[in-house]
């Protein structure tokens, strides 16, 4: 087939594009086409889970974006690797640079293939280098002139259809996006602010028919899509410790393991010796000694962090004061953190207290270099009342009728309820409402998934081992630091390393307390010393439930769970192990999907008789009472009744 789209706008083009890749993807594919381009507006923000859509589909996915901007427009795409580095770097500086200049930043196209039908641009561009620059040629978009100035500047033409459409009824709700982008009403919004209605993916016969006169339009897109089609394989892209080279992070790492270790046990014995080993073996193969050490440098500029997740299990990250429970002590599952099969890093969380955290972003943009590290991206959307509200504006419906219809849905409705809500409710019985409505809570349904803008992720950090801006395009955020346009779950499939730092209040909550007594009575509470379970009054407030404050074991359901699993006056028949883990299974256990078997945890507990399943779960179920309690032993239970390993698992 002659015909390739190349100019194509998902919902991840901000308030102007609708559709998810996916749905595009199998829109080209009953087509019949093989290859499809995605373009979105000044940005990349759906690439990764565009690449996986276009492969599940069974298309060749073209890497591409449509740049605007006060000075032009200009569709680009990445021809291989370096194109697309360079591609993520001019994304970058549309949204950074405040003297961008589209035709300066396309004067260097090595890699990329442009085209557009700007006069202005093209003519700048085509006195510098005319090679892999087209003109743009599209059905309703004045082809005509299109043509004729490809003829005056010696361009070859590429046909495209523009498509942001592929239903009638999705030009009103792109009408919408554009208004609200426009922070105006659909009666005031111009035309020339919006897609046609026939911008949609069209059937190549269709093109052709249209344009007869210029069949080679539609073999360039041929020609350049081949030209672009890449093995789009993400490499995994690790922190590295500045100064260190690769080659010298497994030595460094098993050296400061160890002496975490001596610090910790005071000796390394025979068990800790073996764990140790296994452990930095296993993180040395994988290529993520490098890793622990950007983590465990984080981690040394607080004194009061918490560690948490699975990396709990890992005795590394114990002796690197990463986490603060033993391991070994708590007979914590190492695999479930990491095991031969798993390919991606570990995931290690930390929190720091609340007031300190922006303090250690800025430690890591300044020892990392503010080229390689960026925030990670929460894409935001349209949500609920928000949307409804949005829409309603649009619509020119008055404030006071928006907010007597917002006021009463609760923001638990999705879009889909709000008008059957809206007519069955008791809040809204006897309320004239404007004959509008209906439309718009049909639109509200359906933007719920729709780009609007940013946000920073609260404490997701990427850093790079080379220029990050050639990796993934960034962008400025509201609040300051630099944002990369994809949100966690593209950014890992795309081999980018998140390193979650959080705030938490209980830890500053924590340090202000031991500051105070140490003023007050001149006692200095050592952390390495300091053993709250030891303390009788500690464990009889946590027996009788009187946790709040407490962070994770503060809810009512779990201050209830610990009154009856324990009660008043069990403080001196519990030892501070057995009481600390039975904590984690309190706290692990109080979901709603959990509820039917609390009550059985509770009378085993308690001393109701009980019996494993199968005599195999013994070694995994026998701390829970026989009740599957954590993630983890579910992995267990697979590795001791079906004999799978810990990837398996």
């Not at 080209?28 to 759906?46: I, K, Q």
């Not at 032009?72 to 950074?96: D, F, I, N, T």
């Not at 080679?216 to 394989?233: F, P």
């Not at 709040?548 to 779990?558: H, K, L, R």
Request: net charge neutral; glycine share 6%.
């Amino acid at each position: 087939m002659p015909f390739v789209h190349l100019h194509v706008h998902s919902r991840f083009s901000p308030q102007w594009g609708l559709h998810d890749p996916e749905r595009l993807c199998a829109a080209v594919r009953e087509l019949g086409m093989d290859s499809l381009a995605l373009t979105d507006r000044n940005g990349l923000y759906g690439i990764p889970h565009f690449i996986a859509c276009a492969r599940t589909a069974g298309l060749k996915p073209v890497i591409g974006c449509e740049l605007v901007h006060a000075t032009g427009r200009a569709l680009v795409w990445a021809r291989g690797r370096s194109g697309y580095a360079r591609l993520c770097q001019l994304v970058s500086a549309r949204h950074e640079q405040a003297d961008f200049d589209l035709a300066r930043a396309l004067a260097d196209r090595n890699g990329l293939i442009v085209a557009s039908d700007v006069p202005a641009l093209l003519e700048r561009l085509a006195v510098l280098d005319r090679r892999d620059l087209y003109v743009e040629v599209s059905p309703g978009h004045r082809p005509e002139a299109a043509l004729q100035l490809a003829r005056r500047l010696r361009l070859p033409p590429l046909a495209s259809c523009r498509a942001v459409l592929l239903e009638p009824e999705d030009h009103l709700l792109h009408r919408v996006l554009r208004a609200i982008a426009a922070n105006t009403t659909l009666d005031r919004l111009s035309a020339e602010a919006c897609a046609r209605p026939d911008d949609s993916l069209w059937p190549p016969a269709r093109l052709a028919a249209r344009l007869p006169h210029c069949p080679e339009a539609l073999a360039n897109s041929r020609q350049i899509a081949e030209t672009c089609a890449v093995d789009w394989e993400f490499e995994l892209q690790l922190p590295a410790p500045p100064g260190l080279a690769p080659e010298q992070a497994p030595a460094e790492l098993k050296r400061r393991a160890r002496a975490g270790a001596l610090r910790r046990y005071g000796r390394i014995d025979v068990r800790i010796e073996a764990r140790l080993q296994r452990e930095l073996e296993l993180i040395g193969q994988r290529g993520f000694a490098g890793y622990f050490l950007v983590v465990e440098e984080i981690a040394r500029q607080s004194s009061r962090i918490c560690g948490r997740g699975s990396a709990a299990a890992s005795l590394v990250a114990y002796c690197l004061g990463i986490t603060h429970v033993d391991p070994l002590r708590h007979n914590l599952f190492f695999e479930r953190f990491l095991n031969e099969g798993r390919i991606d890093p570990p995931d290690i969380d930390i929190d720091f207290p609340w007031d300190e955290r922006d303090a250690i972003l800025d430690f890591v943009f300044a020892r990392h270099g503010r080229d390689r590290t960026a925030m990670v991206a929460n894409q935001i959307g349209f949500m609920g009342r928000g949307a409804l509200r949005e829409v309603a504006k649009v619509f020119g419906i008055p404030a006071a009728e928006i907010r007597t219809v917002t006021r009463r849905i609760s923001g638990y409705w999705r879009g889909a309820q709000l008008l059957d809500a809206v007519r069955e409710h008791p809040l809204f019985r006897g309320e004239k409402l404007a004959h509008e409505w209906p439309t718009i809570f049909a639109i509200a349904a359906r933007m719920r998934h729709q780009l609007r803008h940013l946000g920073l992720h609260c404490g997701g950090v990427v850093i790079t081992p080379g220029p990050i801006r050639s990796t993934v395009p960034v962008q400025v955020s509201a609040k300051g630091p630099a944002v990369i346009q994809w949100e966690k779950d593209q950014a890992e499939s795309a081999g980018l390393v998140k390193i979650d730092l959080l705030g938490n209040r209980s830890l500053a909550v924590i340090r202000d307390a031991c500051r105070a007594v140490e003023k007050n009575t001149g006692r200095h509470i050592d952390d390495a010393d300091w053993q709250p379970l030891e303390d009788r009054a500690t464990r009889a407030l946590l027996c009788r439930g009187a946790t709040m404050g407490c962070f994770y074991i503060e809810s009512p359901a779990t201050r209830l769970l610990l009154r009856r699993m324990f009660g008043p006056g069990r403080e001196d028949d519990i030892h501070p192990d057995d009481l600390f883990e039975h904590l984690v299974m309190a706290s692990s256990i109080i979901r709603p999907a959990a509820n039917a078997y609390i009550n059985e945890f509770i009378a085993r507990m308690r001393g109701k008789p009980w019996r494993c399943l199968h005599p195999d779960l013994e070694p995994v179920l026998n701390e829970t009472y026989g009740i599957a309690v954590y993630q983890e032993q579910i992995t267990r239970m697979a590795m001791a009744m079906a004999g799978f390993d810990a990837f398996e698992g």
